[in-house]
């Protein structure tokens, strides 16, 4: 969020900036035009009707005539300075008297305007001889020429020069009128974003967040399983084949040959062996969950819990067998889980599995008879690292179903699973 308020303000500061200076250069031109504009209107309107021939000669009389219409009506607070030159590049009238009658040459843009008629405006070059007066005036001027004439016809050219304050207050002008909308968008737009990105940036951490905790769980589950497997390989299989290995040996340290009884009985040892490896087998992947349907697996699933001293009654609604195999796939771990639990842990003499369809949501229910226990003790449990039912917990709520335990001591206990089918 910090990150995306300072890009927004730098963003800010930029659009801020370039709108400056593009209202600055706008305004100048404005004001440039309005300051040709203006010269147009004196010049024509006001300094030529007041020309003679006579000031063409240097008559005083004519001069002072048209320095009372040059100072009345022309020079303002933006005018500060107003010369009269004929073709040759002599100055027959300025407000500065002191160059009436002082020659100079005239450049070639002076000289165009003259023969072209053209309007001309510039930032003028104080440095030239000329404009030794006008330094006094300020650092920068605009200069504006255009032609004018005499009665008689003779080209002369008129020259105004301006501050270049004006032309600076101009663009500052625009930039004020523009800004406030400018800026002002841009600002509500940085506030309007602000909400929408903080509520992006929570609903990015939240989905982080979920994607760590199923990464967590699948972790958990897989441990769970790693933890179950290696506890029924210790207790199970890997005691009975170390029996038969030490009773084998034995028969050969006692130098005799084994019995038909004794090696019968190391036999059968070993199938069971092999029916309890294979039954782990099917605790990983039940190979008829998919090819032979849930309830299939889930008779394998009692009837190995009956195997195991605990009858286990099976109850599998009709339309429950038609349920989608990621659904059937949670119901039978369920179920795997539940009996599990039953087995090692309730003590029971009997249970009951029964599994529904109820709007639209597959439920599973498995009940026993056993000792029950205290909730604070599932959570002891959990503690101490049996983690099945968390684990268990977890993925259900992954496919938006829930698991329930509710267990009282000396009352048996009953798992309730439910699970949308979409």
Known sequence: MGQFALAGLIALAIVGLATAVASRRVGEREAVSDARTTTVSKAKGLVEPAITNDLLDGNEAARRTLGRVVERDVIDKNLLRVKLWTQSGRIIYSDEARLVGKQYGLGDDEKDAIATGRIVAQVSDLDEPENRYERTL???LLEVYLPVHAPNGTPLLFEGYYTYGSVKASGTR?????APITLGALVALELVQIPL?????????LRQLEREALLQRAIDASEVERRQIASDLHDGVVQDLAGVAYGL???ARDGRTADGAHLEQSAETVRESVRALRSL???LYPPNLRE???ESALQDLTDRARERGVPTQLEVDDPVRAVPDRVAGLLYRSAQEGLRNVVDHAQATTARLEVSLVDHTAVLQLADDGRGFDEHLLAE???AGHVGLKALRGLLADAGGSLEVDSRPGE???????????
């Open 138 to 140: 300020g650092q920068k």
């Open 174 to 178: 625009l930039w004020r009128s523009f």
């Open 197 to 205: 990105a903080y509520s992006l940036a929570r609903r990015l951490r």
């Open 249 to 251: 040996s034995a028969a």
């Open 281 to 283: 087998i099917v605790d």
């Open 292 to 294: 032979e349907g849930l």
């Open 381 to 383: 449990r959990v503690a």
């Open 412 to 422: 048996g206990t009953t798992m309730r699973v439910r699970v949308p089918l979409s």
